[in-house]
């Protein structure tokens, strides 16, 4: 059993605490953080593909609409491998 330092209120607390006595904090679990590419790849996905099925521009539209299908696609895949377990 050793003594870790709790980040929010530097209270020595054993690790096998779940939680600080002083300030409640949740000791040895790590943030939960979402990533940040996941949402805004699918939206780019979605936008990309309006753009390239439903014409809208010419061909600079398709062009366009390419590009994004293939960032959101990219942005997405990337935001799924990097989530945390």
């Excluded at 366009?64 to 935001?79: D, S």
């Amino acid at each position: 059993m050793a003594l870790v330092t709790c980040p929010d209120c530097k209270t020595e607390v054993s690790d096998q605490a779940a939680t600080c006595p002083k300030c409640a904090r949740p000791i040895g679990m790590p943030a939960k953080r979402e990533s940040p590419l996941l949402f805004p790849g699918l939206i780019a996905a979605v936008v990309g593909a309006g753009l390239y099925f439903g014409g809208i521009g010419g061909v600079y539209g398709m062009m366009i609409g390419m590009l994004g299908m293939l960032a959101g696609f990219v942005m997405t895949v990337m935001g799924i491998v990097s989530r945390p377990k």
